[in-house]
């Protein structure tokens, strides 16, 4: 049994893991602190936990919905919503624009492998931009395969699912400061930004780098801007919460039609215990036809401190849901 100094050397998502399973009487081991490495024991039942990665989430399908641009093939292939898109070299860049100019602007660009939304940059509206965030960033600095996309409009979701039929949606709203009439931008970030160091909820703080920078360029904000008091000020147009978006709690506000998309998509990767789904929709709360939604990203180990803390409504213990499918025969023993 993990003690509290132990359990406070953890990554959040990982420890409110453990915490779900050392309450239901299961031994947890941390092997090999620096890769958070877990030994998970139930009687003669072990587990091997690496990043909520068990023995029951395939390998395979765990290295294929990490491809961004082969997950979007394996959905568009079984009729599922997906954004219009295509996969590039470095060295093929200048075919990477042409294209876009053919799919239609605004794009997103994104690279193949990737998290915590780092170097996905929305709002493309010209080739001349596009061919300079691609040199820049794709070809000069990252020298990796990018996936250009047509820019889906709708609000951005996360749906936790389980092949059992237990889930939570969540509501992901970009990074943004409420103006109070006497601090600027830069202050709002900051005085949000202590609040959030005390991790009283899933809230991180809010990102400013070279996304936040290009965002507020192209709609012209700056940052010794004063909102007016409540005025809402975007800084970003991403809204990973590790970039400082908020999470809303929507488990009880979607329409039936999501959970049965989420079930075909999860249901396509045989195998798959359980996902995280990034889900656009134009409104979440109406039936979701074809052209209602796009599938932006699948992820098979899922954070669950979002669910479980999220900044507005109502808490989703998917932990629970989680360890339910690792070690079934303790769901009953639950607290």
Same mark, same amino acid.
């Not at 005085?191 to 959030?196: A, C, F, G, Q």
């Not at 809010?206 to 909102?227: Q, S």
């Not at 699948?298 to 629970?320: C, D, F, L, Q, Y």
């Given at each position: 049994?993990?003690?509290?100094?132990?359990?406070?050397?953890?990554?959040?998502?990982?420890?409110?893991?453990?915490?779900?399973?050392?309450?239901?009487?299961?031994?947890?081991?941390?092997?090999?602190?620096?890769?958070?490495?877990?030994?998970?024991?139930?009687?003669?039942?072990?587990?091997?936990?690496?990043?909520?990665?068990?023995?029951?989430?395939?390998?395979?399908?765990?290295?294929?919905?990490?491809?961004?641009?082969?997950?979007?093939?394996?959905?568009?292939?079984?009729?599922?919503?997906?954004?219009?898109?295509?996969?590039?070299?470095?060295?093929?860049?200048?075919?990477?624009?042409?294209?876009?100019?053919?799919?239609?602007?605004?794009?997103?660009?994104?690279?193949?492998?990737?998290?915590?939304?780092?170097?996905?940059?929305?709002?493309?509206?010209?080739?001349?931009?596009?061919?300079?965030?691609?040199?820049?960033?794709?070809?000069?600095?990252?020298?990796?395969?990018?996936?250009?996309?047509?820019?889906? !409009?709708?609000?951005?979701?996360?749906?936790?699912?389980?092949?059992?039929?237990?889930?939570?949606?969540?509501?992901?709203?970009?990074?943004?400061?409420?103006?109070?009439?006497?601090?600027?931008?830069?202050?709002?970030? !900051?005085?949000?930004?202590?609040?959030?160091?005390?991790?009283?909820?899933?809230?991180?703080?809010?990102?400013?780098?070279?996304?936040?920078?290009?965002?507020?360029?192209?709609?012209?904000?700056?940052?010794?801007?004063?909102?007016?008091?409540?005025?809402?000020?975007?800084?970003?147009?991403?809204?990973?919460?590790?970039?400082?978006?908020?999470?809303?709690?929507?488990?009880?506000?979607?329409?039936?039609?999501?959970?049965?998309?989420?079930?075909?998509?999860?249901?396509?990767?045989?195998?798959?215990?359980?996902?995280?789904?990034?889900?656009?929709?134009?409104?979440?709360?109406?039936?979701?036809?074809?052209?209602?939604?796009?599938?932006?990203?699948?992820?098979?180990?899922?954070?669950?401190?979002?669910?479980?803390?999220?900044? !507005?409504?109502?808490?989703?213990?998917?932990?629970?849901?989680?360890?339910?499918?690792?070690?079934?025969?303790?769901?009953?023993?639950?607290?």
């Amino acid at each position: 049994m993990l003690d509290n100094s132990e359990l406070q050397k953890l990554h959040t998502n990982q420890r409110l893991f453990v915490m779900e399973m050392q309450a239901r009487g299961i031994d947890v081991q941390i092997i090999y602190q620096e890769i958070e490495l877990i030994k998970a024991e139930y009687g003669t039942h072990i587990e091997w936990i690496l990043d909520r990665d068990s023995s029951i989430t395939p390998y395979s399908v765990s290295i294929i919905c990490g491809d961004k641009y082969i997950t979007k093939k394996i959905l568009e292939q079984n009729h599922i919503s997906v954004p219009m898109g295509e996969k590039f070299l470095p060295n093929e860049w200048e075919l990477s624009i042409l294209y876009a100019k053919k799919l239609g602007f605004p794009v997103v660009i994104k690279p193949v492998f990737g998290s915590h939304g780092d170097d996905i940059y929305m709002d493309i509206e010209n080739e001349i931009e596009l061919e300079e965030i691609v040199r820049k960033v794709f070809v000069n600095r990252l020298n990796k395969a990018f996936i250009i996309e047509k820019q889906f !409009e709708g609000k951005e979701y996360r749906v936790f699912l389980t092949k059992t039929g237990d889930y939570a949606v969540l509501h992901r709203e970009p990074a943004h400061v409420i103006g109070d009439g006497k601090h600027s931008i830069k202050e709002l970030i !900051e005085i949000e930004n202590k609040k959030r160091k005390e991790r009283v909820n899933c809230l991180c703080p809010i990102a400013v780098d070279e996304i936040t920078e290009n965002y507020m360029k192209k709609y012209h904000i700056l940052m010794e801007y004063i909102p007016k008091k409540n005025e809402k000020v975007y800084v970003r147009h991403n809204s990973n919460v590790a970039k400082g978006g908020l999470c809303i709690d929507y488990t009880d506000k979607i329409h039936p039609s999501v959970i049965e998309n989420c079930k075909q998509i999860l249901n396509t990767f045989s195998g798959l215990a359980y996902v995280g789904i990034d889900y656009m929709s134009k409104d979440i709360t109406r039936e979701q036809t074809s052209d209602m939604y796009n599938i932006v990203e699948v992820n098979t180990v899922p954070g669950i401190h979002m669910h479980m803390k999220p900044s !507005e409504g109502k808490p989703r213990n998917v932990a629970k849901y989680m360890v339910d499918m690792i070690f079934p025969e303790t769901s009953k023993t639950k607290r």
